[in-house]
């Protein structure tokens, strides 16, 4: 299984929750995010108000659910947690809103895939803080509006371009989490290891955090394999050779890439003769669904220059070639 991509396993889900920051100082780099984010909790702590609805987009892993949670706890409300597609009925939705404590943080996580009844019922909820329930059954069924508590909404999302314009400019508040630089990884994994109770070198603590992918979850999945590495290898402390090593084994290289992320680079040379393939002729070619290659896969791999999205498809860059130590046969221009 891939170690970056996989879902979080449950052997791990402890150490998780242990590595899991829980207040915005524990919470590493973001430093403008952060600041602004702690005036708005401050000045809504001040006036005993519910924060103002909040939006926040990022890549898989760089930190949503964990920055709402804190947001939650700084805030000192509850935190109800929950996801678009667990939404089914319109009942889901009231149920969850008329139990929500007074001021509760409740975050919606994909909040891009709402269907469109549960999305329209939010519109009154977020705005008027009431929503329409059906009472009774056939012809004697009616319309009822009911109060709700005051909450804050927190949408989630990865795709925040697939989030409709009504619901978009309902959140008062709108943050991105953008990738971490080397820096800010290198605390992470600073931070985690000393929770996890192993010594890291400075410069492995570097190595790791060149190849995490600008993403705090892959920093922390790849500590963990390297300590599972140093511990075979009986070392006290995790240092460049042994992440070296660890690196090798698990097949990523200086660029964080990974056999499969190769791969689909290799297709498009090999196969498609460097592009441009369009996104499900590459899908099925690399046995992936559309969705994880363009969600998971594509984003770094252009963040990185090695892919580039054009209206005709996908085309590996100069780079790429020269990455996986391709001849570069074509004019890449084209
Ligand atoms: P997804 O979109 O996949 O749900 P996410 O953006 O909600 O991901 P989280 O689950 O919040 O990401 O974060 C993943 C893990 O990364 C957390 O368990 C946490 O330990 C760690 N993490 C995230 N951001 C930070 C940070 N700024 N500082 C330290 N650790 C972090």
């Given at each position: 299984d891939s170690i970056l991509t996989g879902d979080i396993q449950l052997d791990e889900e402890g150490q998780d929750s242990v590595l899991r920051p829980r207040s915005l100082h524990e919470f590493q780099g973001q430093s403008d995010l952060k600041e602004n984010l702690d005036v708005f909790i401050q000045a809504t702590k001040a006036r005993n108000e519910a924060l103002d609805h909040l939006f926040i987009s990022g890549p898989p892993g760089l930190g949503k659910t964990t920055l709402a949670g804190i947001v939650a706890s700084e805030l000192g409300v509850n935190f109800v947690l929950t996801s678009a597609p667990a939404l089914e009925k319109p009942k889901d939705l009231a149920g969850l809103l008329t139990s929500l404590p007074e001021h509760s943080l409740f975050f919606i996580d994909?909040?891009?895939?709402?269907k469109p009844t549960i999305e329209e019922m939010l519109y009154i909820a977020m705005e008027d803080f009431e929503m329409d329930i059906i009472v009774g059954q056939g012809i004697g069924a009616r319309n009822v509006r009911i109060p709700l508590p005051r909450f804050t909404l927190v949408g989630a999302t990865t795709k925040p371009g697939s989030v409709s314009t009504p619901l978009h400019t309902r959140f008062g508040i709108t943050i991105r989490i953008n990738p971490y630089t080397h820096q800010e990884l290198q605390s992470i994994i600073r931070r985690s290891a000393n929770l996890l109770h192993i010594a890291i070198s400075t410069e492995a603590s570097l190595l790791l955090a060149q190849c995490a992918r600008g993403t705090p979850r892959v920093a922390n999945r790849l500590l963990k394999r390297v300590r599972d590495f140093a511990q075979v290898h009986q070392k006290s402390e995790i240092d460049q050779a042994i992440t070296q090593l660890a690196l090798q084994k698990l097949q990523v290289d200086h660029l964080g890439l990974e056999e499969q992320d190769r791969y689909i680079l290799r297709t498009i040379i090999n196969v498609y003769h460097g592009g441009p393939v369009g996104l499900q002729t590459l899908a099925i070619a690399v046995g992936e669904s559309a969705e994880s290659l363009e969600d998971f896969y594509e984003p770094y791999l252009v963040q990185q220059g090695l892919l580039m999205r054009t209206r005709q498809g996908r085309t590996a860059t100069e780079l790429a070639y020269q990455h996986l130590g391709f001849p570069i046969t074509k004019s890449l221009d084209s």
């Open positions: 994909e909040i891009h895939r709402l």
